[in-house]
């Protein structure tokens, strides 16, 4: 088949070449700790850095809860999420898939991440169930029932703190060991369809959102940090706000990214949309953490094959 000319980004390329496509990061993204300092620092709560643990958190969580009396929980459940159930893997050098698109964590793996979670809530560190089964688009940190929540750094906007109420701080997350587990993801994926009838035209689209400083410039950070390191150089010093801090957490982190794990195979999506469901029902007493994980451990099993 003939080839696609190639598109060159200091990230990545585009071409599809012997069988496989490639894409295009439109932006380069992180999971980010948003936290409240004022509630934090009111509390006495040890403010997050590099390095700490999720006992650290734990602590700082509970204390915050119990300054609050309750009306504020020092930590949003993080039990229900793959998103950071992964980064919790690879803190501890695995991840969700291998290569040859199989799971890459045990049964076990799971329990124990929902073990820590139900530690947390249990101890009213966490946002009980109730108030963690909120509709995602006003999550119990917009709502103010959170001092604390895990996110991609791509999901804030330039205007966030004014959906918040209040300006929040962005932390990294608490470790298990040494490692900080996050690495570079590209929150949007550009590829071009070989045999389109406007194929030229839509490689020339796809290099102009990627390396023109100017569409630089217009998109600014609502795709996380611009791929192509020039074109991040260009925005840099016109930064404000929210887009201000996520390029200086960024930054802080830079020296921690490690090298992102396999793409994820046919069946993970549906592993994505299962992970909360056994969840809940640790959430709400039905089930063990144990229980539930080997529930959704065998049913992941079978989404991946096939």
């Known amino acids: 088949m003939k080839k696609n000319p190639t598109i060159k980004v200091e990230t990545s390329t585009a071409v599809y070449d012997g069988g496989k496509l490639y894409g295009l990061p439109l932006g380069q993204t992180s999971v980010v700790m948003l936290y409240d300092p004022k509630v934090w620092k009111e509390s006495g709560a040890e403010p997050p850095r590099l390095c700490w643990t999720w006992d650290d958190y734990f ?9 609050t009396g ?32 199989k799971l890459n964590y045990t049964e076990q793996d799971v329990a124990a991440f929902w073990t820590l979670a139900t530690k947390f809530r249990e101890a009213k560190a966490g946002t009980p169930a ?17 001092a ?43 590829s071009v369809y070989d045999r389109a009838k406007n194929r030229d035209a839509a490689l020339k689209l796809a290099d102009f959102l990627v390396n023109d400083p100017e569409a630089g410039k217009i998109l600014g950070m609502a795709r996380g940090l611009p791929a192509n390191l020039r074109t991040r150089v260009a925005i840099t010093p016109g930064l404000s ?24 195979p046919k069946g993970a999506s549906a592993n994505f949309l299962l992970f909360n469901k ?29």
């Open 241 to 264: 706000g929210p887009w201000k801090q996520v390029h200086a957490y960024e930054e802080s982190i830079s020296s921690q990214v490690k090298l992102g794990p396999p793409a994820p």
């Open 59 to 67: 602590e700082a969580a509970k204390k915050i809860t119990e300054h």
């Open 70 to 101: 309750g009306a504020m929980s020092g930590a949003t459940d993080f039990g229900r999420e793959e998103s950071w159930f992964k980064i919790w893997l690879s803190q501890q050098d695995k991840s969700l898939n291998t290569a040859d698109g």
């Open 148 to 190: 604390s929540e895990f996110q991609p750094d791509s999901a804030i906007g330039d205007k966030a703190w004014e959906t918040y109420g209040r300006e929040m701080a962005l932390a990294p997350l608490p470790q298990v060991g040494a490692e900080l587990g996050l690495y570079a993801e590209p929150p949007m994926i550009l």
């Open 278 to 306: 056994p969840y809940e029902d640790v959430m709400y007493g039905k089930s063990t953490p144990e229980d539930a994980a080997r529930r959704y451990y065998a049913e992941a099993q079978q989404n991946l094959a096939g």
């Open 130 to 146: 109730e108030v963690t089964a909120v509709d995602p688009a006003g999550s119990p940190l917009v709502c103010k029932l959170s």
